[in-house]
């Protein structure tokens, strides 16, 4: 048996951060990377896909990837036979980040993929004689509306969701507790570009309504002045999660989160337009919005009275710190939106941190 990784989501932006993050700290573990694909060689590929990504020159320890072809939906992941017995042989931590992140999704369609994937990650887990950890990244959403503070040790209500993203990450999570793995939960709020080089591979949730400005489309919004928004970094998403994987302490909940720091709406509204120095649009009642409004499905974050405890995942970051304001390094994610036209243009990780500055590296 060896120490190596399983990861599943690995081609989204997270787990393209955490590969990042593990392959940079030079020697380290084999990773498996499962990936959607017909076969082996189209494993390999998307494996590479997501290096580019990353890398201008992949690094050395990129040698440590190894794609393996998996399916959420499919009975044992889709794993062939000689993949599913390395894993489970070699196979120490676990770190599942795939999901569904579309909230329109009908509940029995986003089910399977965040709620029956998840178990059928637990029946592999559950035969890896070997397992020190397995790591599942659920959201801090999972609270549904809950009003005041949702602290980490503390159980979500299981009942007023938003939409079925929400529900299923909730069920997810019961089946994880029911399952006597060795876990750990990891619930960011709402993840956005890195710190400070504003890089992501990804343009969705936040970015919409931050193209939305950019564009000029929004002259009124309906949302809560006093709503909450709560950004938090990849970069300090991915150093939760590889905490949480090896710190022989670590069990429970971690929030990843802007915590105390979170923005209100307004606050976003007006860091927003003054980057893009465009007018600040008219704020009406929440709930406003036609049901087929391309901007509906994120209304209910601009109404959000929640806030995220995350004492413990404070405690758990190596420096002990949580992330820096989201006032602060938001310039970073609208700069790097506009820069590459919001990913029609996008820069590698690499290319990215450097023209930061050295500060990211």
């Known amino acids: 048996m060896s120490d190596a990784v399983f990861l599943t989501g690995g081609t989204g932006l997270l787990g393209m951060e955490l590969i990042a993050q593990l392959l ?17 060689d189209e494993a390999a590929e998307r494996v590479k896909t997501l290096l580019a990504q990353l890398y201008d020159d992949p ?13 959420l939906t499919a009975p044992e992941l889709g794993l062939d036979a000689a993949d599913r017995k390395a894993v489970i042989a070699e196979t120490s ?21 965040n709620v029956e994937g998840v178990r059928r990650v637990i029946e592999l887990a559950q035969e890896m004689s070997g397992l020190e950890r397995f790591v599942h990244v659920s959201t801090a959403y999972v609270c549904g509306r809950l009003e005041g503070v949702f602290e980490e040790d503390e159980e979500p209500p299981g009942e007023g969701f938003r939409n079925t993203y929400e529900q299923t990450k909730w069920e997810g999570e ?25 890089w992501t591979s990804t343009f969705n949730v936040i970015y919409w309504p931050l193209q939305a400005f950019a564009r000029g489309l929004f002259t009124e ?20 999660i590889e905490a949480a994987l090896y710190q ?18 307004v606050e976003l509204i007006e860091h927003a337009c003054g980057a893009l120095d465009r007018p600040p ?22 109404d959000v009275h929640s806030r995220f405890g995350d004492r413990r995942a404070r ?13 602060d390094y938001m310039p970073a994610l609208i700069d790097y939106g506009v820069q590459t036209k919001w990913g029609k243009h996008p820069l590698t990780r690499e290319s990215a941190r450097a023209r930061a500055g050295p500060s990211t590296s």
């Open 24 to 40: 940079e700290r030079g020697e380290g573990p084999d990773i498996f990377v499962a990936v959607r694909a017909g076969d082996a």
């Open 174 to 198: 019961q089946a994880l507790a029911e399952s006597g793995l060795p876990h750990v939960t990891v619930r960011p709020s709402i993840v956005a570009g890195e710190d400070p080089s504003g």
């Open 59 to 71: 690094p050395a320890s990129a040698s440590r990837l190894r794609p393996v072809r998996a399916e």
């Open 315 to 327: 405690e758990l970051h190596p420096n002990g710190t949580g992330p820096r304001s989201p006032q």
């Open 281 to 302: 649009p008219e704020l009406s009642p929440p709930g406003t919005l036609a049901d087929d409004h391309p901007a509906a499905i994120f209304e209910p974050y601009f």
């Open 93 to 113: 931590r676990v770190v599942h980040c795939a999901a569904s992140v579309e909230f329109t999704l009908p509940l029995p369609e986003a089910r399977e993929i």
């Open 248 to 265: 022989p302490e670590a069990a429970g909940a971690f929030h990843a989160v802007a915590g105390e720091q979170a923005m209100t709406v």
């Open 221 to 240: 919004i309906p949302a809560d002045p006093e709503g909450n928004i709560d950004i938090v970094p990849v970069d300090y998403v991915a150093e939760i």
